[in-house]
T-cell receptor, first 109, second 118 residues
Framework: GQNIDQPTEMTATEGAIVQINCTYQTSGFNGLFWYQQHAGEAPTFLSYNVLDGLEEKGRFSSFLSRSKGYSYLLLKELQMKDSASYLCAAMDSNYQLIWGAGTKLIIKP | GAVVSQHPSRVICKSGTSVKIECRSLDFQATTMFWYRQFPKQSLMLMATSNEGSKATYEQGVEKDKFLINHASLTLSTLTVTSAHPEDSSFYIC??????????????FGAGSRLTVL
């Protein structure tokens, strides 16, 4: 079956770095997405990886290893506003998104 | 960037009534729109996929007669929750893509509609 695994909750300190991991199993693969979702709001796009390696975009970076079915989202210089849920989603061979349950990130001062 | 407008953002209705939620792509033509439901502290659950001018494709377990989806134009899709019951209370979110079967197509989400059925 198709499955996405990511931690339920993580806690980090303001100014620090945090890495949110995601493993996936899909029928075929057409890319890995990361979305940020603040409580009570809709998700917003953060990153898309389809090739192996690290994509850096400001304070956020996303990594993909297709052979391992693994991705991570790296957040640097954490700010209080980064407190949110981070959703990992893999696109299968039918271009359907398989969503993880999300990782709730709590930032402490 | 691409913008998707969804309204109403909040709606409270009595049990047995119907509620319509609109999803509009403001600056692009959305060939495909998706409707999701999200319960508190849970992930997005895809309800249906709608393509302009054709019938929506519903996910297993989603009642098509209860959740009516219409994608009449390239910029508008509507979800109607018919005969709503308290268990239908949830956060409903639409998303749209400009199309093409490309993994690089990014979904743009509406702001979501919180439905409370009394």
């Amino acid at each position: 079956g198709q499955n996405i695994d990511q931690p339920t909750e993580m806690t980090a300190t303001e100014g620090a770095i945090v890495q949110i991991n995601c493993t996936y199993q899909t029928s075929g693969f057409n890319g890995l997405f990361w979305y940020q979702q603040h409580a009570g709001e809709a998700p917003t796009f953060l990153s898309y990886n389809v090739l192996d390696g690290l994509e850096e975009k400001g304070r956020f970076s996303s990594f993909l290893s297709r052979s391992k079915g693994y991705s991570y989202l790296l957040l640097k210089e954490l700010q209080m506003k980064d407190s949110a849920s981070y959703l990992c989603a893999a696109m299968d061979s039918n271009y359907q998104l398989i969503w993880g349950a999300g990782t709730k990130l709590i930032i402490k001062p | 960037g691409a913008v998707v407008s969804q309204h109403p953002s909040r709606v409270i209705c009595k049990s047995g009534t119907s509620v319509k939620i609109e999803c509009r792509s403001l600056d692009f033509q959305a060939t495909t729109m998706f409707w999701y439901r999200q319960f508190p502290k849970q992930s997005l659950m895809l309800m249906a996929t709608s393509n302009e001018g054709s019938k929506a494709t519903y996910e297993q377990g989603v009642e098509k007669d209860k959740f009516l989806i219409n994608h009449a134009s390239l910029t508008l899709s509507t979800l109607t929750v018919t005969s709503a019951h308290p268990e239908d209370s949830s956060f409903y979110i639409c998303s749209a893509t400009s199309g093409g079967r490309s993994g690089a197509n990014v979904l743009t989400f509406g702001a979501g509609s919180r439905l409370t059925v009394l």
